[in-house]
T-cell receptor, first 110, second 115 residues
Framework: GQQLNQSPQSMFIQEGEDVSMNCTSS?????WLWYKQDPGEGPVLLIA?????ELTSNGRLTAQFGITRKDSFLNISASIPSDVGIYFC??????????FGKGTRLSVIA | GAVVSQHPSWVICKSGTSVKIECRSL??????MFWYRQFPKQSLMLMAT?????????EQGVEKDKFLINHASLTLSTLTVTSAHPEDSSFYIC???????????FGDGTRLSIL
């Protein structure tokens, strides 16, 4: 089925550094979502994007919906230890089921 | 606070047991809920779409007689893993959305371990 290409797969960064991850798709979507999952828990919504070109921030997080509607990026500025976790991009169109990326595992070294 | 509640959070049982997992939408009605399975270090894989008042839609390769889904009310969907075996051990997660332009919110997941 459809799949999102998410990169990088994993990142090891120093506390205070900025982080960037992205997702691409061969299909056009109307919605791009970014979730964070901590071990043993369900994904928690970070940012939702609904419009091509839209740039949205949530605290230290910023995400953009690509103008072609086939990609999105998530940036985290000034990373802190609690940013550790797995970040997933997800997309859909209308009320179709979400398609997920494979996740980016973020490790922050204090 | 949480908008989707999932219960139980953790189940350990013997092979051959049937296990029921509940997913509830809190303070909103969800005509559609989704059930996912996640293996260690992997992404979420959609198992089925649960439709209130009608049959669930299963993804290819998911046995509908093995994974029974019931969505009897607008706030509750249940997933029953029938005659569970060790290979069914996984992290099961449900989600619901408030409407067409609303993002899906996920439950906290159920860790199922079959001995």
């Amino acid at each position: 089925g459809q799949q999102l290409n998410q990169s990088p797969q994993s990142m090891f960064i120093q506390e205070g550094e900025d982080v960037s991850m992205n997702c691409t798709s061969s299909s056009i979507f109307n919605t791009w979502l970014w979730y964070k999952q901590d071990p043993g828990e369900g994904p928690v919504l970070l940012i939702a994007l609904y419009k091509a070109g839209e740039l949205t921030s949530n605290g230290r997080l910023t995400a953009q919906f690509g103008i072609t509607r086939k990609d999105s990026f998530l940036n985290i500025s000034a990373s802190i230890p609690s940013d550790v976790g797995i970040y997933f991009c997800a997309s859909n169109s209308g009320n179709t089921p979400l398609v997920f990326g494979k996740g980016t595992r973020l490790s922050v070294i204090a | 606070g949480a908008v989707v509640s999932q219960h139980p959070s953790w189940v350990i049982c013997k092979s051959g047991t049937s296990v029921k997992i509940e997913c509830r939408s809190l303070d909103f009605q969800a005509t559609t809920m989704f059930w996912y399975r996640q293996f260690p270090k992997q992404s979420l894989m959609l198992m089925a779409t649960s439709n209130e008042g009608s049959k669930a839609t299963y993804e290819q390769g998911v046995e509908k007689d093995k994974f029974l889904i019931n969505h009897a009310s607008l706030t509750l969907s249940t997933l029953t893993v029938t005659s569970a075996h060790p290979e069914d051990s996984s992290f099961y997660i449900c989600s619901a959305d408030r409407g067409l332009t609303q993002p899906q919110h996920f439950g906290d997941g159920t860790r199922l371990s079959i001995l």
